[in-house]
């Protein structure tokens, strides 16, 4: 797939940072004096992104775990987080809708922005931030409950108790997430009986069910085989037109396939963030062009 | 090689629990089920001339020391209480001169007095003699007793029924008028309303005459018919006719008839209330008590201990002070059960039932109504005995729901309390059954610390009843443990009821059987309704 995307490479080259522009200036917001001008290159200039991530760091307990990550993820796109194992993507990910508040030892600094608002605000609803941000896990967690239920569960909790209405979610839902045809004659049955696979796009039906702007994706095919991969990618690309999607994965080829941006984070930095087809062919970073060519990782 | 010896070792292990289990079921089966068989009666004809009829329940070797050590004797339960004062005999062997199994011998099963063994002479209706003779008597016996059991029955029913209402009444317009001498009224109101009560009373009491009197007659007309009953040995007795349980001639009576009657012995045993101070009759009352107190420590148990076990592990942060709760909590299941018997006394019943009987039944005092033991107090002294387990299990049934489940509905915008609530609790709920049926096991089978917070050895009603308010958790209870203690060891007449101690325990494990056994049905409904929970 990355034979397909090459003939777009130059092109969007072209688009690639206009270098010395700090991108948190588009969005109107204080420049970033600390950051040096090094990494400003290695970042796509992203007009109106729907979350920034504006120097985050994160500790657990006394271990840095991401150091002044800065990055701008652009609305109904795909984008990627790579990296080797412990290198920090998943907590990054995990920032986004706040998951990691549920760790006792974890403590951060800087800012996340959603749509211009921090994410940190005290006045903010977590609840209703975590509605808007959907999230489909490592490994599917379906609840102990019927395949209509876990779909039903975010409407429910939203207090929305009509079973037409309910049956409507639940179908337009599972409809969107390619699983309707597969399940329709067994919602009242236990959401763990199905594969693997299905468990994951009920997952992300349930995700959908909900109606968020953004859902973050954690290595949702690390557990599946390759043709429930290659479904779950294929709903993510039928998916794009509604859903900014950020997806953390370890497989390169994963990324490079479905992905729009693609940003690389090593040992809780940040190296090198841009175009996925650009970062792919021409990486910008020695430490980038190891790892995707499989030199460490 | 050590390997294979340490398995034989573990299923050797394994095979005794099994063995020791089973065996404690066959004994308990064995002994107790035997008890309700009918045996023929032996007539036995002494060497120097005299007769006995009994049973023979057992034979054995002298053990004593002298010249009769080593001969077989065999012991006979011989009945007639009223007239020889004891239900057995040790006879020996050697001064058997025959035995015989008369066919025509009869057993009656009496109201009073245990069984009676030997024949009827003459039957009285109203004075008259109506039968005379052993066959004539045995052929009219049948019918006129049937009538007079229907005649009886009206009489309990008269007691229970109407005139245990009109006594319910009086004792209410009794309290009543207690009340208003607590109130503080007008004198002249007081005066009032005093007289009004008054009348009512007098009307009540009015009826409860005309009542006592009709049940004096029916009385009277009961104990008019009679039967004269003669022992082999010659004396007689005269009973009323309406005493008489059960007449039958067992050695005439097939296989079959007798089969009939072990199943109806049963069945009365579990349906009777009991009679001779628990020494015949029926447990009823005691299985009824067991239930409930059970259903009721129940009830209690699993909100607190669920409740307890939530902000342990969900909310509470995990620290030393919390690990210090829950090795208090493990340590609290190890405390004896009496202690806890005596801190339900002191606090439940003394100090929470004492209040409650200030405040709300001021008219009865210095009678308690709350303020003694009873059902609720032995309830939930056995609830604090148990909770324990239900924390622990409900701990662990909570921390086997796996975070990440957790985090799919915190991501989908659910509070804290609605994961808790929606995902978390229904996933844990098998392990929480179970420690429900754990609790249930150990508290069916408690009996210290209920014997100072409510449990008799006779109630004189049960704590359910057709009286407003219908479940009077004040009352005092029957239990099965305590029942088998009673009568193995409190009996006046112990020969004769330790076959009830088998019989007893081997029912009380049956209930917990199925207690135990709905709560599992209950829990596999919900791990099939959750399946591939972990718990």
């Known amino acids: 797939m990355i034979g397909t995307l090459a003939p777009e490479v130059d092109s969007r080259r072209e688009r690639m940072p206009d270098l010395a522009h700090s991108p948190t200036e588009v969005a109107g917001i204080v420049p970033l004096p600390s950051v040096p001008d090094r990494d400003h290159a290695l970042r796509p200039q992203i007009d109106d992104p729907i979350l920034e991530i504006d120097r985050l760091s994160l500790w657990y307990g006394e271990k840095k775990a991401l150091k002044e990550i800065s990055l701008q993820i652009p609305p109904k796109k795909i984008t990627a987080f790579i990296g080797p194992s412990g290198c920090g993507k998943s907590t990054l990910l995990r920032c986004v809708n706040r998951l990691n508040d549920l760790v006792d030892s974890v403590r951060t600094e800087g800012d996340i922005r959603f749509e211009g608002e921090s994410i940190y605000d005290p006045n903010l609803d977590i609840n209703r931030l975590r509605k808007r941000i959907g999230m489909v896990f490592q490994k599917s967690n379906p609840f102990p409950k019927s395949i209509y239920e876990n779909v039903a569960y975010g409407a429910r909790i939203q207090g929305i108790k009509k079973k037409a209405d309910l049956d409507e979610i639940v179908e337009r839902s599972l409809l969107r997430a390619a699983l309707w045809e597969e399940v329709k004659d067994r919602l009242d049955e236990s959401a763990l009986g199905m594969s693997g696979g299905q468990q994951q796009r009920l997952c992300i039906a349930r995700a959908i069910a909900v109606e968020p702007e953004v859902i973050l994706l954690d290595e949702p095919c690390s557990a599946l085989d390759p043709i429930a991969t290659a479904r779950i990618e294929e709903l993510m690309q039928d998916l794009k037109d509604q859903y900014t999607q950020v997806i953390v994965t370890h497989n390169m080829q994963q990324a490079s396939r479905v992905s729009d941006y693609t940003a690389f984070l090593y040992l809780g930095e940040l190296i090198e963030y841009g175009d996925t087809g650009r970062l792919f062919i021409n990486p910008m970073k020695k430490q980038t062009e190891d790892y995707i060519t499989g030199r460490f990782g | ?535």
Not at chain 2, 77 to 92: M, V
Request: proline residues 5%; glycine residues 10%.
């Open chain 2, 1 to 535: 090689m050590l390997g294979d010896s340490f398995t034989a070792l573990c299923g050797g292990a394994l095979a005794l629990n099994l063995l020791l289990v089973v065996g404690i079921l066959a004994l308990l089966a064995w002994n107790g089920g035997r008890y309700f068989w009918q045996r023929d009666l032996t007539e036995l004809t002494m060497k120097d001339g005299s007769k006995i009829l009994g049973e023979v329940w057992e034979t054995e070797k002298r053990p004593t020391e002298g010249p009769r050590a080593g001969v077989d004797r065999l012991r006979l339960k011989t009945g007639n209480r009223d007239l020889a004062g004891l239900d057995f005999a040790w006879i020996d062997r050697r001064d058997i001169a025959s035995i015989s199994t008369p066919p025509k011998a009869l057993l009656l099963e009496r109201l009073e007095y245990g069984n009676f063994y030997g024949s009827i002479r003459e039957i009285h209706v109203g004075g008259q003699v109506a039968a005379r003779g052993a066959e004539a008597s045995w052929r009219a016996f049948g019918p006129l007793h049937e009538k007079k059991r229907v005649e009886q029955r009206g009489v309990e029913k008269l007691e229970k029924g109407e005139i245990g209402e009109i006594n319910a009444a009086i004792e209410a317009l009794r309290l009543e008028k207690k009340k208003l001498d607590l109130a503080a009224l007008p004198a002249a109101e007081k005066a009032l309303r005093a007289a009004a009560l008054d009348q009512d009373l007098a009307e009540r009491e009015a009826d409860y005459q005309k009542l006592a009197d009709r049940l004096s007659a029916m009385r009277a007309a009961l104990e008019s018919d009679t039967v004269v009953l003669e022992a082999v040995d010659g004396a007689t007795k005269e009973i009323p006719l309406s005493s008489v349980v059960h007449a039958i001639r067992p050695n005439a009576m097939s296989g079959l008839a007798k089969s009939g009657l072990y199943v109806q012995r049963i069945w009365s045993f579990i349906t009777d209330d009991p009679r001779e101070s628990n020494t015949e009759g029926g447990i009823f009352p005691s299985i009824f008590g067991t239930v409930m107190m059970v259903f009721l420590m129940s009830f209690a148990v699993v909100p607190l201990g669920v409740l307890a076990a939530l902000y342990l592990r969900e909310y509470a942060k995990q620290g030393p002070l919390v690990r210090m709760v829950r090795i208090a909590v493990n340590n609290l299941a190890g405390v004896p059960s009496i202690v806890f018997g005596v801190f339900g006394l002191g606090f439940f019943v003394y100090l929470i039932g004492g209040s409650i009987d200030r405040i709300f039944y001021p008219e009865s005092l210095p009678a308690p109504t709350f303020g003694t033991g009873g059902i609720l107090w032995a309830a939930l002294t056995l609830a604090l005995l148990t909770v324990p387990v239900v924390i622990v299990a409900a701990e662990e049934g909570l921390a086997a729901v796996p975070r990440i489940v957790r985090e799919g509905s915190l991501a989908l915008g659910a509070t804290k309390f609605e994961t808790l609530w929606r995902v978390v609790l229904p996933a844990a709920a098998p392990g929480i059954l179970t420690g429900m049926i754990l609790a249930m096991a150990r508290a069916a089978g408690e009996v210290a610390p209920l014997m100072i917070v409510g449990m008799v050895k006779l109630a004189p009603a049960l704590p359910v009843d057709g009286h407003a308010p219908f479940v009077h958790f004040e009352r005092k209870f029957m239990h099965l443990g305590f029942h088998i203690y009673d009568v193995g060891f409190q009996s006046p007449n112990i020969e004769a009821t330790t076959p009830l101690v088998f019989a007893t325990a081997l029912l009380l494990i049956i209930v917990v059987t199925i207690m135990n056994l709905s709560a599992i049905a209950l829990r596999n409904h919900l791990r099939k309704k959750y399946a591939g929970s972990a718990v």
